[in-house]
């Protein structure tokens, strides 16, 4: 009696400690394959018409002397309105907060030449 009261007890406890490992008895689990890749999009669906049309460098080069050009125009107009009002101020009178601005703006416009002539 004992015999089989020890083979109910040691199936008991295989079957209540698979139970708590999550284990199943008899079952294995299923084998996860690769995915199947999604189909390709079509690569001339998001592409515009005229993306492979690059400006020639003679346009791009025109652009740059254009924006040179104005650059330096606005440069040497702001240079000529501060020497009027620095021409206009008496050697006693303080310099203006006005006349302070109106050099960082030059300076501003100074270092965006700059850049522009590097390019």
Known sequence: MKEPRRQFLLSAGAVFSS???GVRL???PQ???MPSPPEAADP???VP???NIRPSLRTVVQQHEKEFRDSLAGLSERVSQLKEEV?????ADIFSVKIYKETSEIERLAKQL?????S
């Open 87 to 91: 021409e206009q101020l008496h050697s």
């Open 44 to 46: 001339k669906q998001n």
């Open 19 to 21: 139970a708590i490992w």
């Open 114 to 118: 700059k850049t522009l002539a590097k």
């Open 26 to 28: 008899g079952a294995y």
């Open 31 to 33: 084998r996860r394959g």
């Open 49 to 51: 018409e005229n993306a």
